[in-house]
Nanobody
Framework: QVQLVESGGGLVQAGDTLRLSCAAS????????FGWFRQAPGKEREFVAG????????NYADSVKGRFTISTDRAKSTVYLQMSSLKPEDTAVYHC????????????????WGPGTQVTVSS
């Protein structure tokens, strides 16, 4: 069973920094891609950042580029999202996701999702 468990969320003030962690287990993830998504109440789920398991290929939403950094630690089987200069609009439930690279996009029903961790940024 593939399991993704997020941690690191919390209540912070604008300008603060948080690091989210996604502990992945259940498979050899060498051929997988990981992503961070967020969803605020009443809004659609939003892509935040993506990375391949090796950590070489990354991409970011324009809204977080320059502030957030996604990375992997294969030895710890963990994906991180370092969030700096947090803004109130970053408030959301942040979900870790994983899919086979060959599935090409996140709309596949074969993607796995973690339960999420709440990030709340006050002004």
């Amino acid at each position: 069973q593939v399991q993704l468990v997020e941690s690191g969320g919390g209540l912070v003030q604008a300008g603060d920094t948080l690091r989210l962690s996604c502990a992945a287990s259940g498979r050899n993830f060498d051929a997988w891609r990981f992503g961070w998504f967020r969803q605020a109440p009443g809004k659609e789920r939003e892509f935040v950042a993506g990375i391949n398991w090796s950590g070489v290929l990354t991409n970011y939403a324009d809204s977080v580029k320059g502030r957030f950094t996604i990375s992997t630690d294969r030895a710890k089987s963990t994906v991180y999202l370092q969030m700096s200069s947090l803004k109130p609009e970053d408030t959301a439930v942040y979900h870790c996701a994983a899919r086979l690279y060959s599935d090409r996009d996140w709309n596949t029903e074969r993607a796995f999702w973690g339960p999420g961790t709440q990030v709340t940024v006050s002004s």
